[in-house]
């Protein structure tokens, strides 16, 4: 059974970093594509950033890049998410999914995209 936990959230003040995990059971992550979403109260669900099954691309939303870096160690089974230089807007719970995909190569942002999901980790970045 496909099984996903996110950890690593909390409370932040701005300007201050978190690493949010993501750990897979029951299957191999090695043939899924991982992709971080967030979700803040009353709005949708969206695409933070994702990574290709070999790690060898990796994607972010405009409101992530240069502050968030996603990884993979597969012989984990972990995927992270490096977040610096946090601010208020940040503030969400964040959620990791897992597409099985054959190519090694392609990541996706759309909620769409994904059928597994994770229980979501809250991050409130507030002074």
């Known amino acids: 059974q496909v099984h996903l936990v996110e950890s690593g959230g909390g409370l932040v003040q701005p300007g201050g970093s978190l690493r949010l995990s993501c750990a897979a059971s029951g299957f191999t992550l090695d043939h899924y594509a991982i992709g971080w979403f967030r979700q803040a109260p009353g709005k949708e669900r969206e695409g933070v950033s994702c990574i290709s099954r070999s790690g060898g691309r990796t994607d972010y939303a405009d409101s992530?890049?240069?502050?968030?870096?996603?990884?993979?160690?597969?012989?984990?089974?972990?995927?992270?998410?490096?977040?610096?230089?946090?601010?208020?807007?940040?503030?969400?719970?964040?959620?990791?999914?897992?597409?099985?995909?054959?190519?090694?190569?392609?990541?996706?942002?759309?909620?769409?995209?994904?059928?597994?999901?994770?229980?979501?980790?809250?991050?409130?970045?507030?002074?």
């Not at 959620?95 to 994904?114: F, L, M, N």
């Open 64 to 127: 992530a890049k240069g502050r968030f870096t996603i990884s993979r160690d597969n012989a984990e089974n972990t995927v992270y998410l490096q977040m610096n230089s946090l601010k208020p807007e940040d503030t969400a719970v964040y959620y990791c999914a897992a597409r099985e995909t054959p190519s090694s190569g392609s990541c996706y942002r759309q909620v769409e995209s994904y059928g597994y999901w994770g229980q979501g980790t809250q991050v409130t970045v507030s002074s």
